[in-house]
């Protein structure tokens, strides 16, 4: 391509491969998987590395996302074209599936929910745009946590409060729990933050694969936790995270 920058454009394209993954990766694959020696590819991991771009694994040497980046993708994006682009889909969420529905961003390690759709009863709620929840007791905290691994790290430096007595405080648990919400593409959390209040959640993907939100369901947990219903409601939540990402994409 005339005029680009080639270590620039190399960069990118690991930056990619690395997102196009789902989660980490050696040198040897990602010189294989975009096609250059594995010296360049280890050069230019290490000037990503020391700008924030990635991280390594200090126990298996594999790579993924850094800090830095996913910090850039979470607020290149304005919240209100967020909060617009996925209202349609969160009301149709709410309406199909009978529950309350949240749209939350990450700030640290909290959540802050920027878009909240009511449950389709009569039932008394609150608003919650604008509250600031916990990640680690959250299936939307979890699943924008499990997305940043250097922040999901950064919680074994930090006492996680339990709210109750289902909360998981044990940092080490977590991040299995997160390690396989990753993996599978939803989190959920059963009476962790709230008694007898459970969610549902999928990652919101931005332009260029970053998660920049994340779409979910909340509310008592034996009607979204029931055996019937659950796998047509996870279901729905991810279709729900994969519309508005597609959304955002155009």
Avoid: C
Avoid at 129 to 158: C, I, Q
Avoid at 167 to 183: C, G, H, K, S, W
Avoid at 227 to 243: G, K, Q, S, T
């Amino acid at each position: 391509m005339p005029g680009t920058v080639q270590s620039i454009e190399r960069a990118a394209t690991l930056l990619h491969a690395i997102v196009e993954s789902g989660g980490q990766m050696g040198v040897t694959e990602l010189a294989a998987a975009v096609g250059l020696p594995k010296t360049t590819t280890h050069g230019l991991l290490r000037t990503l590395l020391a700008v924030g771009f990635v991280e390594q694994d200090q126990r298996t040497g594999r790579y993924t996302l850094g800090a830095g980046l996913l910090g850039l993708g979470s607020h290149y994006l304005d919240v209100n074209e967020l909060r617009s682009r996925a209202s349609n889909w969160a009301d149709s969420l709410a309406a199909r599936s009978g529950f309350a529905v949240r749209l939350g961003t990450p700030a640290g390690l909290q959540v802050v929910v920027v878009h909240h759709v009511f449950r389709p009863d009569d039932s008394p709620q609150e608003l919650e745009v604008g509250a600031v929840l916990p990640a680690h007791a959250t299936a939307v905290g979890k699943v924008l946590l499990a997305s940043r691994p250097a922040m999901a790290r950064a919680l074994a430096d930090v006492p996680l409060d339990a709210f109750t007595a289902r909360t998981v405080v044990d940092p080490a648990a977590l991040l299995v729990e997160l390690q396989a919400a990753r993996a599978r593409g939803w989190a959920e959390q059963q009476g962790e933050f709230q008694l007898g209040v459970g969610g549902i959640a999928a990652p919101v993907h931005g332009p260029g694969g970053l998660v920049v939100g994340a779409l979910g369901v909340s509310g008592p947990v034996e009607e979204l936790f029931a055996d019937a219903a659950r796998p047509a409601l996870r279901a729905m939540v991810v279709e729900a995270a994969a519309a508005v990402s597609r959304e955002l994409a155009t």
